[in-house]
């Protein structure tokens, strides 16, 4: 049997383990060849470099700050004042904090990969809140079946970086377009996990930013201050530490947003399109750990098939499905030697494909000045006997860490088909299309996740690391078929709406970024022609982000409170 399933690589060799979807057994495809390649790192690789726009200046962050502030509603629960103790505690603490920032970033510049002058700028650049604003313009014809709310997450910070800061460290915002017979509203709010309340609360940023903070003796600092933080009673890490940045799923009447170091929160669609975070969301007690922010929901069984990583103590990595009754299965520990960013996975019909790569977490490389994620170059294959083959469709990234690490070696992407046989536990890779073009973030038809299909669509990451359009890859042909947004437009990960009408029926959603004009607009596309279908003209800038996904109307009524 062949079973095909798309997510994004790295170019490495590695193991793959493969488990039974009935969870009675666990495998493992092996000694993989020199040319093999782990296929599973993040889709959100292209915005690892600046997207400065050369006519759009950005408000001042005092400005923002201000805005956001006013837009935020109040919590009904404040925070209790801090006592004397407190209060010095935390004047000390930020003054020795500034201070230590201060003086190593005289002697240390910024990576790219850490310079908010970089990471967060152009249409990177955050914004503030947006409240449901109803009856948009609309250039074309809204497709009748369109009915129900497209939403996007993405990074986008709260406070001014004081220090290091990646652009996937920014907190969530969810950025919402809803269809109701022709009528298009939109709003954008955080998502208000516990690590955004108690830093709106601060005044400031207090948490360790994964990646743009914690390198070198400068990261232990932030830690030992965190902590510290902590004794005084200023943080509490224990009500998560997630920024529910990357991924959204629809699962059970729930809208989850999430990032892999935290649970998922719970976000609630209201009637009139505005968006309102319920808070994290354990399914009913039964999730004791964190969950990664790409989950597969199968298209028939409806079940829901996820994982959860640990960068610090053994079982490094568990897989569990949840049923569509919400009963979570017991935690399957997967086997690993040393903690690996597992960020995706794939999918068959029997199978479920986790790739043990090469970009791993070695906290110590802190204490060597260095950052915590590293790509393991000696990491060994391993071979085991198996039977059956199983097709998985990626985009195949390299350098594999580039993402965190600067590299002066040029990044690309190449769609790939990799076969892995389970018999013989050997790997094979192809690139699927001709040319080499950098192709990212696809999708498939979802009503066709796990199976074989024919059509995939992908981002059209060019000129790197910009998105410039997206691509129609005919996996049987190698046929592409481009939709290019036009000069100085620029967007994100495309989302495949089906229609109902074949694997290719339906449309694209995306939201275009128009550099010149500094204008937003949310483009769709029959998928079938690709051509352009309607246009809806945004009342604010939506800054790139990550990744989507569509409600429809009949499951908006159907949420959960």
Avoid at 23 to 45: A, C, D, Q
Avoid at 219 to 230: T, V
Avoid at 320 to 343: A, C, N, R, Y
Wanted: hydrophobic share 35%.
């Amino acid at each position: 049997m062949t079973s095909t399933s798309t997510s994004t690589s790295t170019s490495t060799s590695t193991s793959t383990q493969f488990l039974d979807r009935s969870f009675s057994t666990s495998r493992s495809i092996k000694k993989l060849t020199p040319s093999s390649i782990s296929f599973s790192v993040t889709k959100k690789s292209y915005i690892s470099s600046s997207l400065q726009s050369p006519t759009y200046k950005p408000p001042s962050w005092k400005k923002l700050c201000n805005d956001i502030t006013n837009l935020i509603p109040k919590p009904t629960n404040q925070k209790p004042k801090l006592n004397p103790v407190q209060r010095t505690a935390a004047t000390i603490l930020n003054a020795v904090e500034n201070a230590m920032i201060s003086h190593e970033r005289h002697r240390y510049p910024l990576p790219k990969t850490a310079d908010p002058a970089v990471q967060i700028a152009g249409n990177f650049f955050p914004v503030p809140e947006q409240p449901v604003q109803h009856n948009l313009p609309v250039t074309g014809t809204i497709p009748d079946c369109i009915q129900g709310v497209y939403v996007r997450n993405g990074a986008n910070p709260l406070h001014k970086p004081i220090s290091g800061h990646h652009f996937f460290d920014g907190d969530g915002m969810i950025h919402s377009v809803r269809f109701d017979n022709g009528s298009v509203s939109y709003a954008c709010r955080f998502t208000e996990t516990n690590r955004f309340i108690q830093e709106k609360e601060f005044g400031r940023s207090v948490f360790p930013k994964a990646i743009g903070e914690l390198h070198g003796h400068l990261g232990i600092a932030k830690l030992m201050l965190f902590n510290a933080r902590g004794l005084f009673g200023l943080v509490d890490p224990s009500r998560g530490l997630g920024v529910a940045n990357a991924g959204l799923v629809y699962f059970n009447g729930h809208l989850l947003a999430m990032s892999e170091d935290d649970l998922p929160y719970h976000v609630k669609v209201t009637q009139t399109g505005d968006l309102v975070t319920s808070g994290r969301y354990n399914f009913d007690g039964q999730l004791k750990s964190t969950m990664i922010a790409h989950p597969k929901i199968d298209p028939e069984t409806r079940e829901l098939f996820a994982l959860s990583y640990d960068v610090v103590s053994k079982p490094y990595l568990k897989y569990f499905k949840i049923s569509t009754s919400g009963e979570k299965s017991p935690d399957v520990e997967i086997p690993l030697d040393q903690p690996t960013m597992i960020h995706d996975f794939a999918i068959t019909e029997n199978f479920v494909v986790i790739p043990d790569q090469q970009v791993v977490f070695r906290l110590q490389e802190m204490i060597r000045g260095g950052s915590p994620v590293v790509y393991d170059k000696n990491k060994k294959s391993r071979f085991e006997p198996e039977t059956d083959e199983v097709v998985v469709i990626g985009s195949c990234m390299t350098p594999p860490d580039s993402i965190f690490n600067e590299h002066d070696e040029t990044l690309e992407s190449v769609l790939s088909e990799i076969r892995l046989n389970l018999k013989t536990g050997e790997s094979t890779r192809r690139p699927i299309i001709s040319e080499q073009v950098n192709l990212e973030a696809g999708m498939v038809n979802r009503n066709y996740l796990g199976r074989k299909t024919r059509f995939t669509y992908l981002a059209l990451a060019e000129p790197w690391p910009k998105v410039s359009g997206f691509a129609k890859v005919d996996l049987s042909t190698g046929e592409v078929y481009k939709y290019v947004y036009g000069d100085g437009k620029y967007g994100g990960e495309p989302l495949f709406l089906p229609s109902g009408d074949g694997e290719d029926g339906g449309y694209i959603l995306v939201f275009v970024h128009d550099e010149e004009r500094v204008k937003s607009e949310l483009e769709i596309v029959n998928a079938v022609t690709m051509k352009l279908e309607a246009t809806v003209t945004l009342p604010s800038r939506v800054p790139y982000g990550f990744h989507g996904t569509f409600i429809s109307k009949e499951d908006l009524l159907k949420q959960a409170l």
